[in-house]
Nanobody
């Protein structure tokens, strides 16, 4: 059974960077779509970024374009989220998610389409 374990969260000041990691136990299968979501206190979970299984193409939520980068290392069974120029509005619990079968890009934002979730890692950005 696939399990996702996130790490790398912490407390930083505005303008600083963090890199989140998500280890996929059992390995990253070539069919897995891997995404990052986040949920701020009192708000709904929102899509951050996705990386497709074969081409490695990526898509981002508008507010993170140019600041965040999603990547993966199949040899390390890991997915990463490099976050630069962090702002207080980026404060949230960040979750790694996996979709095991095909996912059309129009559904990438829908958390219900994902099969496996990690436990989350807290990112706090102070002004």
């Amino acid at each position: 059974q696939v399990q996702l374990i996130e790490s790398g969260g912490g407390v930083v000041q505005a303008g600083e960077s963090l890199k989140l990691s998500c280890v996929v136990s059992g390995g990253i299968d070539k069919t897995y779509y891997m995404s990052w979501f986040r949920q701020a206190a009192g708000k709904e979970r929102e899509f951050v970024a996705i990386i497709s299984p074969s081409s490695g193409s990526t898509l981002y939520e508008d507010s993170t374009k140019g600041r965040f980068t999603i990547s993966k290392d199949n040899a390390e069974n890991s997915v990463y989220l490099q976050m630069n120029s962090l702002q207080p509005e980026d404060t949230a619990v960040y979750y790694c998610a996996a979709r095991i079968t095909y996912l059309h890009h129009t559904f990438k934002n829908d958390s219900r389409k994902y099969d496996v979730w990690g436990q989350g890692t807290q990112v706090t950005v102070s002004a």
